[in-house]
T-cell receptor, first 111, second 114 residues
Framework: QQQVKQSPQSLIVQKGGISIINCAYE??????FPWYQQFPGKGPALLIA?????SEKKEGRFTISFNKSAKQFSLHIMDSQPGDSATYFC??????????FGTGTSLTVIP | DAGITQSPRHKVTETGTPVTLRCHQT?????MYWYRQDPGHGLRLIHY???????DKGEVSDGYSVSRSKTEDFLLTLESATSSQTSVYFC?????????????FGEGSRLTVL
């Protein structure tokens, strides 16, 4: 059973547009929600993360919105650039050791 | 750069043969993980370790074993490889301290089982 559900599977956005990727979870024990970015042939790399005590976190063009009551969180990429084309994974973990990942979203930004 | 090296980076093997993947870290972090990445499934945890000789199963541990005899090395073994184990395998470490939730991944090991 997928602990973290991610959508869409793929996304095509025009340069300058906004990319939005959504994730949902069930386990209310999760207390850390990171997003990872992965380029072809490379390992995933942490992009931005949030803890449930805040509803939004922004780092440059990347924003996480977190809705604790709905058990949903999303990644917004503002002013999307071709260099943002990659696969994005959401994840969730507890203070313990296990991280659960979504199935990934392949983002293509068209020039 | 989190100082993670995976080897081999690519391997082709035949069904039924044993395979060992190695993950080496240079920073002496306590927590190490093995994930597999497959289309449509994302990253799934196979096994993880929280210290020398301390390991535990993840969500897809069947057919895999691990060992950690030294802090810096975490080995993943497929005792008898099957075609369903064709995948890209990633090792990760978790740094403790200020950002206790951050995982750092290696470059991956692509395994093909014929």
């Amino acid at each position: 059973q997928q602990q973290v559900k991610q959508s869409p599977q793929s996304l095509i956005v025009q340069k300058g547009g906004i990319s939005i990727i959504n994730c949902a979870y069930e386990n209310t024990a999760f207390d850390y929600f990171p997003w990872y970015q992965q380029f072809p042939g490379k390992g995933p790399a942490l992009l931005i993360a949030i803890r449930p005590d805040v509803s939004e976190k922004k780092e440059g063009r990347f924003t996480i919105s977190f809705n604790k009551s709905a058990k949903q969180f999303s990644l917004h990429i503002m002013d999307s650039q071709p260099g943002d084309s990659a696969t994005y994974f959401c994840a969730a973990s507890t203070t313990g050791n296990q991280f659960y990942f979504g199935t990934g979203t392949s983002l293509t930004v068209i020039p | 750069d989190a100082g993670i090296t995976q080897s081999p980076r690519h391997k082709v093997t035949e069904t039924g043969t044993p395979v060992t993947l190695r993950c080496h870290q240079t920073e002496n972090h306590r927590y190490m993980y093995w994930y597999r990445q497959d289309p449509g499934h994302g990253l799934r945890l196979i096994h993880y370790s929280y210290g020398v000789k301390d390991t535990d199963k993840g969500e897809v541990s069947d057919g895999y074993s691990v060992s950690r005899s030294k802090t810096e090395d975490f080995l993943l073994t497929l005792e008898s490889a099957t075609s369903s184990q064709t995948s890209v395998y990633f090792c990760a470490i978790r740094k403790t301290g200020a950002n206790t939730g951050e995982l750092f991944f290696g470059e991956g090991s692509r395994l093909t089982v014929l």
